[in-house]
Structure formats: structure tokens, C-alpha cells
């Protein structure tokens, strides 16, 4: 689905990269209530997907908790979405120290195989932030 | 009185419920499928048959281990490649590792709020703790089947044509079993949460549909069964199974010997009583569910009851595995091109898929039959039989009852539109 995959996209070449001790790249798919297990045991968790939000195709911003719940709004359902999860984990006090959403605008989201000029855009400008902000710690 | 629920919660894909009544008689009832056709059938067409399983895995990502497992068997069928017992059992595994996640999901996330008088689980967090700590715990169990087993929770990544790519550890086999013979106590405590629900006093009688089991509760099978004397092969249900289209659903409709049927839980039960587990036929007297069973609201206890076979099962399997021990396999190699059709029971019922294939190894022609869309015409057929019953008791009731019923079914709407109209001429 093009530019849907910018995230699997992003796990496949970091996850082929050497990582700081303590960090591990999952590629999850379509999770849903697994992130709960997913993170257990880890203080920072950083999701990265193709998230519409209107801005220029390639480009990327950060989303924390409350930001992706203003994006998503609703209860659980059987989608057990990124924000239905967040809402569950956050009624359980489950939720990791730090919790982020690295969020890629995409171009082409339609039934193609690989991503667009747009979408490969945004995989380099996300594995750029990412790794910066691995090399520095924060 | 008109009732139009748009977007009905708690249930996977997006369907409306319509309600049209005057001076107490039911004039309308839709259940309106409005979810996007997707056209997966026309996406495989062309495609080589090791690309096939992982595309029409994308069809669900609720039961994504079934359409991979399913679409495995039919390909191996149509190129004639047996695979091994390690590989039968392990996809077994698999395959009871997605029942119980997707019946947990469902259960206790899904339609136990029904039943406190609350929205959604986050309510319960606080006031029932134990109830969802306990769920959640029963949960992860699942997603660990399909992780060691698939490789991840969903949208597995070993299973492969004639096998598998990579076998689990034995030691990790090993801490599966230990985890699921120390859920149990778990299990105990759900069938009395289960067991003390309220199920509303409905009853109608349908066909039930399902694989017969050949002397185990079915997954995999060759033959399918119905409790109106449907009796043949796997291999020829396009002859029993009729879909049409009907102008409210982008999914196709379904009928068998007479207008609507069922398949799922309550339909494998009553099926295949005879063939589950000790433990549970003693949690389906509990939960008052058996083989005359008519009332789709308990389907939940039908779930919890597979719920409690599927980890029995589970243990047995993981026992043969590490008793004859895990050997890597050298994948069979196809034998030709020609046609195949597998049937699976997934959580939400039968799944079919059969594809034809070309002699360069690509499909020619593909049908995928989801278990929601043979459920939709008996959805919509209890509906009718339970509105009129409620007409007097407002709105809010009819609405909140007819939820419930739906939820019940747990059906999939996003797999139920995937093949509108898909002409390969």
C-alpha cells in the first residue's frame, strides 16, 4: 500500500544497524494490544508510522500521548488501535516513562508495491532523527 | 420509530444498524456494511506462489495467522506437496495460539462491557482490576503462542509453503507450556466471571456450519458438516455455499440450504461436542452451552469454552513437539500447477481459500470465503426475530440489545469486503 509501509520501512534498516546497548527494534505490524507486552520492560518507546496530518508528504514530527490521542480519538475497540491501547495503558498506569510517536506524512498510500519519492524521503529524514537522537542519548 | 446506528463500537470494520418500525411492527432492519470493498482476490491474481501467503495474510490483521495457514494448505493442495507431521502440528499450535487471542480480545475487551453496563473495558480497569489483569495476562499468552511459533504476535513470518522457515527453540516450547499449564487457575476464574453473565433469554434455531472433526475438535479438515445435512468435501464448498450481493452490504451475503447460517464457535460446538477436551465439556455444562444450543448471545460461552480447549490442546501439541523433538525439514519442492482449496476454522469461523495456479507458479484465479460474510444474513435474520420482541421497550434498550447481539458474533468487517464483484475474465 506505498507509503503505509514508510514504517516497516524504517524498522527494516534500523534494525540492520548497530544499536546501543539496551535498544531493540521491533517491526510489530498491526499489534494492537501486544504493544502492552511489547514495552514491557523498556523506559522509552518510539512508535514510527505513516500518519495523515496534513502537512507536506515526507515530512515527520514528533507526536507524544496527548498529541496522538487528539489525533485518534475514541475508546477501545476491536481495532485496539495505537490510541485505544495508549488509553488502556495509561488507566492501568502501564505506560513507559517516555512514549513517542515519530510520525511520517505520507505521499501515496494506494495498492502499489514500494514507496514513493515522498515516502523514501521520509524513511531517510526519520532514520536521521532517530539515529540522532540514539547517538546523543536523549 | 427509526433507529440508525452508524459505526457500531466494539467490533472490527465499520457497519451501521438500521431500525424501521410503526405501531409495533418491525417495517426495515439492515445491517449495512459499509466498510470498503479491498479486492485481494484480484491482487493475488499473478502473483508466485511464495509471495501468496503473506499478501492474503494482509486480508485481517485480527486473524492473520489463519489466512496465512489456510492460503498455505491451498497452494500446497493445488501443487501437490504433503507437508510433515513436525510442520502439521506446529501449525496446529499456531492455529490455537489465534483462537485464543482473537476470543480473548472479544471476550473480555469486547463484549464483557455489554454486560457491566459500561462503554468500553477502560471504565472497568478501575472498578474490576482483577478481571483485566487477568485478561491481560491470558492475552500475552496467546501472543506468545503466535511469537514463538509465527515469529511475532500477528502477521506471523515462519510458516512457509511445505513448512516452516524457522522452528522454535525447545527451551521456548518449554516455557510455553510451563506459562500455559500456570494459566489455568487463570481460565478457572474467567468461566465463573463468564458463567454468572446475564445472557439475554433468546433463542433461534439456524444451520450451523463447521468442519467435522476426524477425532479431534477441528481446525484444518476435509470435510464440512451442517446441522441441516450439509456432508461433503472441503474441496467442493462453492457448490454448497451460495453468496449473492445485497444492496446495503459492500460484502457479499451468504446462504447454505435454507436463507442464513451460522459458523464460529457455537456452530463448531454443537458440531463437534464429542471431540472436545475433558476439561472443556465439564466448562460448557457450567456455562449451559452444548450441542442444542440456540442462542447466538451464547456464542461468549462457546468462545470461553474453546478458549479453554485451545490451551488444553495447546500443552498436548507442545508435548508431542518436544517428545519426538524438533528437526529441521528440507522444504518439499512443488509438483505441478493445478488447483486447491483448504478450509480453516478460524476464530470467527470457516475460512476458505482456493487458487488456481499456472505452470510458471503464479495464480491464475483465487476466491477467499471470510466466516463473517456467511455470518451477515443470520446476523440480520436474528435481528428480525429479536426486534419485534423488544419494540416495546424503547429505544435505548433496542438499540443496547441489538449491540449486543451483533458483538456477540464478533464479526470482521474489514475481512467480510474484500471480494465485491472480482471478475479474472
Known amino acids: ?138 | 420509530m427509526k433507529i440508525a446506528v452508524q459505526h457500531l463500537a466494539r467490533i472490527e470494520g465499520h457497519a451501521n444498524l438500521v431500525i424501521d418500525s410503526a405501531r409495533g411492527t418491525l417495517r426495515e432492519l439492515r445491517l449495512e456494511i459499509v466498510e470498503s470493498p479491498r479486492f485481494f482476490e484480484a491482487m493475488l491474481k499473478g502473483k508466485h506462489y511464495t509471495e501468496v501467503a503473506p499478501i492474503a495474510a494482509r486480508i485481517c490483521g485480527i486473524c492473520s495467522n489463519s489466512h496465512t495457514l489456510v492460503s498455505l494448505c491451498a497452494t500446497e493442495q493445488a501443487l501437490g506437496i504433503e507437508v510433515s507431521e513436525q510442520t502439521r502440528i506446529l501449525r496446529l499450535l499456531l492455529a490455537h495460539g489465534e483462537i485464543l487471542q482473537s476470543h480473548l480480545l472479544q471476550l473480555f475487551f469486547l463484549a464483557i462491557p455489554d454486560y457491566y453496563g459500561v462503554s468500553s473495558i477502560l471504565p472497568l480497569v478501575r472498578s474490576e482490576r482483577a478481571l483485566v489483569g487477568h485478561a491481560l495476562q491470558l492475552k500475552k499468552l496467546a501472543n506468545d503462542i503466535c511469537r514463538i511459533v509465527g515469529g511475532r504476535p500477528v502477521h506471523p513470518v515462519t510458516p512457509t509453503v511445505g513448512g516452516f522457515l524457522r522452528l522454535p527453540e525447545a527451551a521456548e516450547l518449554q516455557g510455553l507450556r510451563r506459562d500455559l499449564v500456570a494459566a489455568l487457575p487463570d481460565l478457572e476464574a474467567s468461566v465463573d466471571i463468564f458463567a454468572a453473565l446475564d445472557y439475554p433469554d433468546f433463542e433461534r434455531e439456524t444451520e450451523y456450519f463447521s468442519l467435522r472433526g476426524d477425532g479431534d475438535y477441528p481446525i484444518f479438515g476435509r470435510r464440512l458438516v451442517s446441522s441441516a445435512g450439509v456432508d461433503c468435501a472441503v474441496a467442493d464448498y462453492q457448490q454448497v455455499i451460495e453468496e449473492y450481493l445485497v444492496p446495503h452490504s459492500n460484502a457479499k451475503f451468504a446462504r447454505l440450504s435454507g436463507e442464513s447460517f451460522m459458523v464460529g464457535a457455537l456452530a463448531r460446538l454443537r458440531n463437534n461436542f464429542d471431540h472436545l477436551s475433558p476439561m472443556a465439556t465439564q466448562v460448557a455444562a457450567a456455562l449451559e452451552v452444548g450441542p442444542t444450543t440456540c442462542n447466538p448471545y451464547r456464542i461468549l460461552a462457546a468462545r470461553l469454552v474453546e478458549v479453554v480447549h485451545g490451551v488444553e490442546r495447546a500443552i498436548h501439541l507442545i508435548d508431542d513437539l518436544l517428545l519426538a523433538g524438533l528437526a529441521p525439514e528440507e522444504l518439499p519442492t512443488p509438483k505441478g500447477p493445478g488447483w486447491g482449496a483448504a478450509a480453516i476454522e478460524a476464530p470467527r469461523g470457516l475460512l476458505f481459500h482456493a487458487y488456481r495456479y499456472a505452470a510458471d507458479g503464479r495464480i491464475e484465479q483465487a476466491d477467499c470465503v471470510i466466516p463473517t460474510a456467511q455470518n451477515l444474513a443470520n446476523i440480520e435474520a436474528d435481528l428480525r426475530a429479536l426486534v419485534p420482541q423488544l419494540l416495546s421497550s424503547g429505544r435505548e434498550e433496542l438499540t443496547r440489545q441489538c449491540e449486543k447481539l451483533i458483538r456477540a458474533y464478533d464479526p470482521c468487517v474489514s475481512c467480510s469486503t474484500h471480494l465485491l464483484t472480482v471478475d479474472f475474465a
Not at chain 1, 499489534?31 to 507486552?37: E, N
Not at chain 1, 488507566?91 to 506524512?105: G, R
Open chain 1, 1 to 138: 500500500m506505498g507509503d503505509d509501509g514508510i514504517g516497516v520501512t524504517v524498522a527494516e534498516r534500523l534494525a540492520g544497524e548497530p544499536l546501543p546497548a539496551g535498544v531493540a527494534v521491533v517491526e510489530a505490524g498491526t499489534i494492537g494490544l501486544g504493544l502492552l507486552d511489547l514495552w514491557q520492560g523498556y523506559e522509552r518507546v518510539w512508535l514510527v508510522d505513516a500518519v495523515r496530518m496534513g502537512r507536506s508528504p515526507g515530512s515527520w514530527r514528533w507526536l507524544d500521548a496527548a498529541d496522538l490521542l487528539c489525533l485518534e480519538p475514541g475508546g477501545f475497540d476491536a481495532h485496539a488501535g495505537p490510541a485505544g491501547v495508549l488509553q488502556l495503558a495509561m488507566a492501568l498506569d502501564a505506560l513507559p516513562q517516555e512514549f513517542s510517536l515519530l510520525a511520517v506524512e505520507p505521499g501515496l498510500v494506494e495498492r502499489r508495491m514500494g514507496l514513493s519519492m515522498a515516502g523514501r524521503r521520509g524513511v531517510a529524514a526519520a532514520l536521521a532523527e532517530l539515529r540522532r537522537r540514539l547517538e546523543c542519548g536523549e
